[in-house]
């Protein structure tokens, strides 16, 4: 069964910081890259950062410098890291593999207000 929930969202002011997490199932965490996404209002969804099976990082142009992505294998949880959030990082924040699969998680909400 693929189970993907996301936690660790909430209100913060800019400059603050969160920590998502994002607990897997194994069919689609195991061997996997896994990668956090977000959905900002009024733009599709897009990619954050995505980890190889052993722990390799990339970010994508918005995050990089203030986000860090890791996972933890044993306990198939990959995590976000989020360090001087800004209002325009607002959205909602689904974890995923890469490539993608049609079955996402509830997501969390991340509210960053000026």
């Known amino acids: 069964q693929v189970q993907l929930v996301e936690s660790g969202g909430g209100s913060v002011q800019a400059g603050e910081s969160l920590r998502l997490s994002c607990a897997a199932s194994?069919?689609?965490?195991?061997?996997?890259?896994m990668a956090w996404l977000r959905q900002v209002p009024g733009k599709e969804r897009e990619l954050v950062a995505f980890v190889s099976r052993t722990g390799f990082p990339n970010y994508a142009a918005p995050g990089k410098g203030r986000f860090t992505i890791s996972r933890d294998n044993d306990a198939r949880t990959v995590y976000l890291q989020m360090n001087d959030l800004k209002p325009e990082d607002t959205g909602i924040y689904y974890c995923?593999?890469?490539?993608?699969?049609?079955?996402w998680g509830p997501g969390t909400q991340v509210t960053v207000s000026a």
């Open positions: 194994g069919s689609v965490f195991d061997d996997n890259t």
């Open positions: 995923n593999k890469i490539p993608t699969i049609p079955a």
